[in-house]
């Protein structure tokens, strides 16, 4: 299925007070915004040894929230209405099925990996993470987001939800190891959402909060392996300020050091 979204990171003095303000919002402009819950994610990025996957521009992720598990494959971006980005997405419950269903969209990018019926066998047993590393694969990123989600509909409830509208905190680490904090705001359109609307929704934030935020069009992926290359400023409970993005504009833009 396609994934259609806009992404904002927040980019203020006090970004914590900006993303507690945006979850406070019931709505904006023709939009209703009902918030539902708060959730702890576990994610997990591989890659081979060769970075093949990177090289194609696909993404490769293990997801935990609670004590569950999905798989998911991503294909690369392409630009859709409104600055919002659109990529393929196989996303699957995780069982040693799914895992054998991925690395088979794998084949199909070129992705040739040996260790991979071994691994989709002994798949129903242990740790997921182990179980996709058996296949070939290494971790590049293993990070932890706490996210706010809400339903994203018109007043009049016409279509439903049209939009999955989340505020995320997600933690990285420096090259020096030190701890910091990447918050950003995805709205992602469901199959019932007309063309347009999450750059609808992320231009009423844009207006709405002004320079706390701005277009990321970079996934979190890349973000944080930015982060792990730099040591962006940030303050002393660990949010990234205003000057980070800037840096790490430079650094994913391919004008930061080792690009």
Not at 181 to 205: F, M, Q
Not at 208 to 232: I, N, S, Y
């Amino acid at each position: 299925m396609p994934e259609v979204e806009a992404t904002l990171a927040v980019t203020s003095e006090t970004p914590a007070e900006v993303a507690e303000r945006i979850a406070a919002l019931d709505g904006l402009g023709p939009y209703r915004f009902r918030w539902l819950d708060v959730r702890e994610l576990r994610d997990v990025y591989l890659d081979t040894a060769a970075r093949e996957l990177g090289d194609r521009a696909l993404a490769l992720r293990l997801r935990r929230e609670g004590t569950g598990w999905r798989i998911t494959l991503k294909g690369p971006g392409r630009p859709a209405a409104g600055g919002a980005v659109e990529r393929s997405e196989l996303e699957l419950k995780w069982s040693p099925a799914a895992l054998g269903r991925i690395l088979a969209a794998l084949r199909d990018h070129g992705v040739e990996l040996p260790d991979a019926a071994s691994a989709v066998s002994g798949a129903d047993a242990g740790d997921p993470v182990d179980a996709v590393r058996a296949a070939g694969f290494r971790v590049l990123q293993d990070r932890r987001t706490r996210r706010a989600r809400a339903r994203v509909a018109r007043a009049d409830g016409r279509n439903g939800t049209l939009a999955w509208l989340v505020v995320d905190a997600v933690r990285y680490r420096t090259a020096s190891g030190r701890a910091v904090r990447h918050r950003e705001v995805e709205i992602e359109a469901t199959p019932a959402a007309p063309e347009g609307v999450p750059g609808e929704v992320a231009g009423l934030l844009r207006r709405r909060f002004g320079d706390a935020l701005r277009t990321w069009e970079h996934p979190k992926l890349a973000t944080g392996q930015a982060v792990a290359g730099t040591e962006p400023p940030a303050g002393p409970d660990g949010d990234l300020l205003p000057a980070a993005y800037d840096r790490l504009e430079r650094e994913l833009s391919g004008g930061g050091a080792g690009k």
